[in-house]
């Protein structure tokens, strides 16, 4: 490591030959993960001319986002019903500041919209590819979208470009790109394709644009790795590696995530079966400062666009490359198995589903966004579905499903029972009395863990959880390996 007369910290990587930099600067306005500071104009390091492909969460919060840092952005979205919404200044998509960040580039003139590359990209530098790269049966993604942004804009590139793959795909995928382009580029135009993939959250997208706990570029060229990285907020810390690398970082990342929360839930299982609380026991595990306690809670497991993409693509790529990836497969396993308990549990207290009716609230793979990829609560409502039962849904901010009411008293109407799939915050502040009210059973299963317990047993319902010490049966613990010299262990009968 070494530390330059500006501060600049330099980390050289043993890897390959090549260097990895994590760099931060002493002036930023920020530490790294500070996220206090005033959501004021960032001033970029040297103002460009960035192109976006893809108005999806990703895309669209870069383009903002690039805008707001003082870059001028020219958005490209294929999709002309969404197009006209960014026209009209409508944001097509739920996330927390966004609209505003949208509607002060439109009137700074630093972000415009359009529906091809061809008028967007005269003067850009740098192409931003955001476009979704959807999954396959075969854990693979599909990069078919991602081939053709690429050709787009490498055909309608009239000066050099480089190309940022933002959208998440497995490593080896940029050379790939890059070749692509090659093919597409006009005669005199190099057209270079750089990684750099993104960690933002859906619901929390802008803050975590805005202040990365890190940029992870990936560039063969460490100079057109460093001016992508000088895009950035200024001052956030930036991994600099080679291409292969940094898709495989956010392959990695994401990896980790799915294998916190499927732990959580494998101790939640135990907890279930031993009649103490997950949560609790999960708290004094997490609390380890090397471990800690984000994605380690109980519940319905992880689902959106990406966790189980991610980790189907990991795990392809181990096949591919014939290196196991155990704890992937068994992540995958136990996500599978949370969804599934949820309904056995049902099934173990009602008894068979068919012809029961069920609340499900909570259609959103997760709380604060609208978006319904992979979710849980889609999941646990088509199985019940298929053993049987109603089904009536509710979200506070996605919509569109099957079976999808508008409100909670509509979903609790004639229901035998009620599931919680989402921490929503309004599914945490239902009285229970009107709960119970509401419904004709009495059995809640809070698979979210946001209720309060002593609230719903006192209003009459029976209510179970996810490793809450509030599962169907305790059986009585008998241990055959365990021997007590003395006094002889007791006999406890099961
Ligand atoms: N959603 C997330 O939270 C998140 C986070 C990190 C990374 N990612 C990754 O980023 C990528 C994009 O994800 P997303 O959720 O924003 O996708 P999305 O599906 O929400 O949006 C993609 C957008 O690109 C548009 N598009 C497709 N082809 C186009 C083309 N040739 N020209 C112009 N527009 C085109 C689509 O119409 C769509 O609006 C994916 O690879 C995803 O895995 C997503």
Known sequence: MTIDPTGRMTVHNQAKGGSVLTSSSPSSSHAPGDRSAPA??????????????????????????????????????????RLDQLRQGVVPIHEPGLDRLMADGVAAGTLAFFGEPGPALPGSEVAFLCVGTPPQPTGVPNL?????????????????????????????????????????????????????????????????FLWPDRVVVGADDPSIGRM????????????????????????????????????????????????????TVLEG??????????????????????LPKDVAGFRAVGEALGTPTYLADAATRQNDRAR????????RILGP????????????????????????????????GAAGAGVRLHDPLASGAAGQVESVA?????????????????????????????????????????????????????????????????PAIVWPPLRWAHPPAPQVAV
Do not use: W
Request: net charge negative.
């Open 40 to 81: 004021a104009r960032h001033a970029p390091l040297e103002s460009r001319r960035v192109c976006v492909v893809g108005a999806g969460y990703v895309g669209l919060t870069a383009a903002a986002c690039l805008s707001h840092l003082g870059h001028r952005v020219a958005l490209v979205e294929a999709d002309a019903h």
């Open 144 to 208: 078919g979208l991602l081939a053709g942004a690429a050709r787009e804009v490498a055909a309608a590139a009239t000066s050099d470009l480089v190309v940022v793959v933002k959208s998440t795909v497995p490593p080896g995928s940029c050379e790939a790109i890059e070749l692509v382009c090659q093919e597409h580029a006009r005669p005199g135009v190099s057209v270079s394709v750089v990684s750099s993939p993104e960690f933002l959250r859906e619901s929390s997208a802008v803050e975590d």
């Open 228 to 279: 992508v990285a000088s895009l950035y907020p200024p001052g956030c810390p930036v991994v600099l590696t080679d291409r292969r690398g940094a898709e495989l970082v956010k392959y990695a990342a994401n990896t980790l995530l799915a294998i916190k929360v499927s732990f959580a839930n494998e101790v939640a299982g135990l907890c279930d079966a031993l009649g103490t609380d997950a949560t």
């Open 285 to 306: 595990v997490g609390l380890d400062h090397r471990l800690g306690t984000a994605f380690l809670g109980p519940g319905t497991g992880y689902g959106g666009s990406c």
């Open 340 to 347: 599934r308990e949820v309904v056995r549990k049902l099934h």
């Open 353 to 384: 589903l068919a012809g029961r009716q069920v609340a499900v609230l909570g259609t959103a793979f997760k709380a604060g966004t609208d978006d319904t990829r992979d979710s849980p609560g889609l999941d646990i409502a088509a199985q019940l």
């Open 410 to 474: 509509e979903a609790l109407d004639g229901a035998d029972a009620l599931v919680v799939a989402t921490t929503a915050p309004e599914y945490g502040e239902l009285p229970a009395t009107a709960v119970a009210a509401g419904m004709r059973g009495r059995t809640v299963v809070d698979a979210a863990g946001v209720l309060d317990l002593r609230a719903y047993l006192d209003a009459g319902l029976s209510i179970y959880g996810v490793g809450r010490g509030l599962a169907t049966e305790f």
